[in-house]
């Protein structure tokens, strides 16, 4: 059974940083790519990043831009999420997902194949 274990949240003021981690573990599972989803207190859930591991290419939603950076360690099956200049907007609960399709729209929900459980990301004002 293939894992994702996100860490890393907490509370923070508006304008400081975080950083999440999600760690793969379990299971022989082709990873191509890997995101970061989130859904805010009364909003739909949300594509936030994406990296694909053979090309090293990202992607990001318009309001990230500029302020969150997604990396990965291979060796480590770890995927990582640097978050800056953090607004009140930015609080969610921030997932981690794992995608087995070797080419895809990777801002869709539906072309991930394993999520982790969430954590809380809370940017106070």
């Known amino acids: 059974q293939v894992q994702l274990v996100e860490s890393g949240g907490g509370l923070v003021q508006a304008g400081g940083s975080l950083t999440l981690s999600c760690a793969a573990s379990?299971?022989?599972?082709?990873?191509?790519?890997m995101g970061w989803f989130r859904q805010a207190p009364g909003k739909e859930h949300e594509f936030v990043a994406a990296?694909?591991?053979?090309?090293?290419?990202?992607y990001y939603t318009d309001s990230v831009t500029g302020r969150f950076t997604i990396s990965g360690d291979n060796a480590k099956s770890t995927v990582y999420l640097q978050m800056s200049s953090l607004k009140p907007e930015d609080t969610a609960v921030y997932y981690c997902a794992a995608s087995g399709f070797r080419y895809a729209d990777y801002r869709r929900r539906d072309k991930y194949n394993y999520w982790g459980r969430g954590t809380q990301v809370t940017v106070s004002s």
């Open positions: 379990g299971g022989t599972f082709s990873r191509y790519a």
């Open positions: 990296i694909t591991w053979s090309g090293g290419n990202t």
